[in-house]
């Protein structure tokens, strides 16, 4: 097993997934992205930022959350690998894709 680079969500370009590993934030705050699917081994996807750079918008298990640089500062991410890495947002969030045709 080799090591396992570790980064922050802030750092994902657009486009680029990670896998959840930590979230190094206030208890309530920790508690509401849990809540929204933030969790420990979760992929979630850099879709798009505003046009200023800040907040970003993320997609984690179906939902779009935007979130500013330095909460996504606080959240650790490693690379995703396989398959997870090439999914595409119909496979994420079927129900979502269907809606939109």
């Known amino acids: 097993m080799g090591v396992q680079q570790v980064s922050a969500l802030s750092e994902l370009n657009v486009g680029e997934r990670g896998i959840l590993q930590s979230l190094d934030l206030p208890e309530s705050v920790q508690n509401h992205l849990m809540h929204m699917g933030f969790v420990p081994g979760s992929c979630v996807h850099a879709l798009r930022r505003a046009p200023a750079g800040d907040p970003?918008?993320?997609?984690?298990?179906?939902?779009?959350?935007?979130?500013?640089?330095?909460?996504?500062?606080?959240?650790?991410?490693?690379?995703?690998?396989?398959?997870?890495?090439?999914?595409?947002?119909?496979?994420?969030?079927?129900?979502?894709?269907?809606?939109?045709?």
């Open 56 to 101: 970003t918008v993320y997609c984690v298990d179906g939902m779009e959350i935007a979130l500013r640089h330095e909460t996504a500062a606080a959240i650790h991410v490693r690379p995703c690998t396989g398959a997870m890495a090439t999914a595409t947002a119909d496979e994420e969030a079927p129900e979502l894709a269907e809606a939109a045709r």
